[in-house]
């Protein structure tokens, strides 16, 4: 497997390019572009005094390359800065609300990528039905469809209407009373179960569906789609045709020899997802007062908290970063080919 | 290429289009969408109230033959607002696209089409702006500059160049490997004026393609952003915004989020509906009877 070590080698030195321009542009953004960048670390309605000392602190009165110096050397040790609500370190409060977001992001890929491979191959199988119609306007309808609305309506529809599921939240305040959530990994359906709470596992169950269900509907559409236009490809090919004619059993080929082929669109698909989740959820989770990061930036957003911003931006971005490095290279270890690109 | 094909390709293409069900549905419900924002003042029926302007003793109407989507929490006509944010929509979708190819397109042909040292730089730095999510970047962005409608386009544009630089690039390679390209090389025209003159105008078809799709995706992401606060800013009509202000009052009076959130939903669909039926209807591999050529 020597060409497999160069190219997992290759790639993190790329991944480390990245990350490096990734942080020099964040710096650009938050020292050079603004006209005036205390203003925004403080907040417009600071003292001269609090200017003053974040003008200190922050290392503003220096030459740029200094301060460039120093916020690369900050980042590096893990300091995102203070935000400006609670005075909390930024990476602090980041840590306290990504499993939150963690929860619904993977629950949610999990969901597109089990519904997006089973409509995708379904849909190339019966290419051209009515079947494939339908599947290609769901797919469609599921990456037009904006995600905060559509939580909205699912609100309405399930809790509103129906009354099965709960509005929001991810505990119901009951239970979070008498059957507290012991934390262990930070998701709430994984650790009432390992703690034996069961209560508390069918409530945060009860909650987590409707968010990562919508969270899903993006990504279902995503993966849907290359995984149909693969299948349709792949059963074109010649050994598709040569085990037809064979007489091997049409749901052996499909499912064994075709689907293995589509694995690949998939994980790719599902790179794309992840990085919309990351963000998609910020929408979900605001509608859904899901305790995440969505809900923590615009929060931040809305109380003007630039160094929470930030950090999260750049959080969020070498976490993206890596996902896609992990992915890339499980693709490369599946599949030969792209190694050798 | 001569004009003569051109003009034969074009009516095949348009024949297609016709046949096509759900890309005439969705060309219907885009076409209907632009007459609507072009016709905003004179076809709400309360343009004032669209424009913003509140009636404080008709607060949280149901739909009636009046108010046919009901009222908002100002007594305004959901209706009329939903009409005028159409116009911010279509200009936001229009406007972050059109930037985004002026940019991306150049770039991505010149790359593709002098390679060495020039594509090796500008590849990397699109593969730098790729590699953050774009929503999070254009958050960031819309953050340092200040919220509001035009830095929310602003930044949406500056994320989404780096897509067209690929998808250029990746045009003009094969391109550039054409008889006619090579043929102008040959009796000395120069370099910029074949990407201008002979790339430019044969790369357009997968451009155009993404650019219907993206016409939705920007169109959700402004929404998006609006929704969080760093968009559109009140009184303005703008769906993602109404939606925002409308969620509160979801359980109650259902009507105020639900329209506006609905019209985004429509626009959207329509747009990705129709780049994917144009897609597969532009592609040869796709493409279905009757597209002999």
């Not at chain 1, 417009?44 to 690369?72: C, H, M, N, V």
């Not at chain 1, 007489?247 to 794309?272: E, Q, S, V």
Request: hydrophobic share 50%; aromatic share 12%.
């Amino acid at each position: 497997m020597a060409s497999f070590k160069t190219y997992f080698l290759k790639r993190i030195i790329l991944a480390l390019v990245v990350l490096y321009f990734v942080i020099t542009i964040t710096f650009v953004l938050s020292h050079v572009v603004p006209s005036d960048p205390a203003e925004l670390y403080v907040g417009p309605k600071a003292t001269a005094e609090q200017r003053e000392k974040a003008i200190k602190e922050l290392g503003l009165d220096q030459p740029l390359y200094i301060q460039y110096i120093r916020y690369f050397k900050n980042l590096v040790n893990g300091d995102l800065g203070k935000s400006l609500r609670a005075h909390t370190p930024v990476l602090h409060d980041i840590l306290t609300y990504l499993p939150a977001t963690l929860e619904i992001v993977i629950l949610a890929n999990i969901l597109a990528l089990i519904i997006g491979v089973a409509f995708g191959s379904y849909s190339a199988l019966k290419k051209d039905m009515f079947a494939d119609h339908l599947i290609r306007v769901i797919s469609v309808g599921g990456v037009s469809i904006p995600s905060f609305w559509f939580a909205l309506i699912t609100q309405l529809v399930f809790f509103g209407i129906l009354g099965i599921f709960p509005l929001d939240g991810r505990l119901s305040s009951d239970v979070q009373l008498f059957n507290p959530v012991h934390t262990v990994t930070g998701f709430f359906t994984i650790d009432s179960l390992i703690t034996g709470n069961i209560v508390a596992f069918v409530d945060s169950v009860r909650h987590i569906i409707l968010p990562a269900f919508v969270l899903a509907t993006y990504p279902i559409g995503l993966v849907t789609r290359m995984v149909r236009s693969m299948m349709v490809e792949v059963l074109n090919e010649n050994y598709i045709r040569f085990a037809k004619a064979n007489g091997f059993r049409d749901n052996l080929i499909y499912y064994k020899y075709a689907l293995k082929n589509a694995i690949t669109p998939a994980l790719m698909a599902l790179g794309l997802s992840f990085a919309y989740s990351i963000t998609g959820a910020f929408l979900v989770e605001v509608i859904f007062s899901w305790p995440g990061l969505g809900t923590y930036t615009v929060n931040a957003i809305l109380e003007n908290d630039y160094p929470a911003i930030l950090g999260v931006t750049i959080f969020g971005t070498i976490f993206y970063v890596f996902i896609n490095l992990f992915l890339d290279t499980l693709q490369a270890y599946l599949d030969p080919r792209v190694r050798l690109q | 290429m001569s004009r003569l094909t051109l003009s034969k390709e074009t009516k095949i293409t348009l024949e297609l289009i016709r046949r096509d069900k759900l890309a005439m549905l969705s060309l219907l419900i885009i076409t209907f969408f632009v007459v609507v924002s072009i016709t905003a003042p004179f076809i709400a029926p309360y343009p004032s109230q669209g424009e913003g302007l509140p009636v404080p003793e008709k607060r949280f109407l149901p739909p009636s033959f009046e108010n046919p989507f009901g009222t908002d929490y100002l007594g305004r006509d959901v209706l009329s607002r939903v009409i005028f944010g159409a116009r911010i929509s279509l200009f936001v979708g229009i406007f972050v696209v059109c930037v985004a190819i002026m940019i991306g397109v150049p770039l991505g042909l010149i790359a593709g089409y002098f390679g060495g040292k020039v594509d090796e730089i500008l590849m990397r730095i699109t593969d730098v702006f790729l590699s953050f999510p774009s929503l999070l970047f254009a958050i960031a962005l819309v953050a340092t500059l200040g919220p509001g409608l035009f830095n929310a386009m602003i930044s949406l544009s500056i994320t989404w160049w780096p897509w067209y630089a690929r998808l250029a690039r990746a045009q003009a390679v094969t391109i550039k490997e054409q008889p006619y390209v090579l043929a102008s090389q040959v009796i000395g025209v120069k370099g910029l004026t074949i990407v201008f003159r002979h790339l430019l105008p044969n790369a357009l078809t997968p451009i155009i393609v993404q650019g219907t799709m993206d016409m939705s995706s920007a169109i959700l992401a402004e929404a998006g952003l609006s929704f969080i606060g760093l968009g559109a800013q009140a009184p303005s009509p703008e769906w993602g915004l109404m939606v925002s202000t409308g969620r509160i009052y979801l359980l109650n009076y259902w009507w105020f989020p639900v329209f506006p959130g609905l019209a985004i939903f429509l626009v959207a669909i329509a747009f990705n509906l129709f780049g994917d039926s144009l897609r597969d209807i532009l592609d040869p591999k796709t493409r279905k009877a009757g597209g002999q050529m």
